[in-house]
């Protein structure tokens, strides 16, 4: 079975400052990893992907995300958060069919 | 990316009635997928729309609370039968290619409130 574990509900960071989402994975084999972020009363939206190849991936809005095989972890990450990036934010796995396996999400809250 | 409408985008009913939720893609997609969300919580899966053939059900969803349609390609329905306070919920499709290396996409969502 596949599981994925975002370990903080929430996360406080001033504007201007970066900010990191944690993600910690358990799969069997090679995990295809996914971050989506949801605004209020819309559905989630995709802003990377792991696949393989290179650790640190970039996605959309200026988001990246660094896979760690060892630590099966694949945290978000971005320089300089913007009040405009406060929103729910989701880690996805899926190395088995089409089956996606959700995190129980962080609400990211960006501080003027 | 395919771009997904999901109808109503939000109701209100009574206990003991139904509803049905639409979801129309802009093209063809191999796979679509029915969620729910509690609000500010993370998604579970309902089930998986299978074109041309009966909806595939996660553990604790079945088919006579939740019967799923899916006559082509492009579309689903989902509906909520017989609905009391506990279905209060968001209602989530997504759409995929079909393989796993590649994202689902959602609609924006049927917000849903029973009194």
């Known amino acids: 079975a596949q599981s994925v574990a975002q370990p903080e509900d929430q996360v406080n960071v001033a504007e201007g400052n970066p900010l990191t989402v944690k993600c910690t994975y358990s799969v069997s084999g090679n995990p295809y990893l996914f971050w989506y972020v949801q605004y209020p009363n819309r559905g989630l939206q995709f802003l990377l992907k792991?696949?393989?190849?290179?650790?640190l991936v970039k996605g959309s809005y200026g988001f990246e995300a660094e896979f760690n095989k060892s630590q099966t972890s694949f945290h978000l990450k971005k320089p300089s958060a913007l009040v405009s990036d406060s929103a729910l934010y989701f880690c996805a796995v899926n190395n088995a069919g089409n089956m996606l396996t959700f995190g129980g999400g962080t609400r990211l809250m960006v501080k003027p | 990316s395919a771009v997904i409408s999901q109808k109503p985008s939000r109701d209100i009913c009574q206990r003991g009635t139904s509803l049905t939720i639409q979801c129309q893609v802009d093209?063809?997609?191999?796979?679509m997928f029915w969620y729910r969300q509690q609000p500010g919580q993370s998604l579970t899966l309902i089930a998986t729309a299978n074109q041309g053939s009966e909806a595939t059900y996660e553990s604790g969803f079945v088919i006579d609370k939740f019967p799923i349609s899916r006559p082509n390609l492009t579309f689903s329905t989902l509906t909520v039968s017989n609905m009391s306070p506990e279905d209060s919920s968001i209602y989530l499709c997504s759409v995929a290619a079909g393989y796993s290396n590649q994202p689902q996409h959602f609609g924006d969502g049927t917000r849903l409130s029973i009194l």
């Open positions: 093209s063809q997609v191999t796979m």
């Open positions: 792991y696949i393989t190849g290179d650790n």
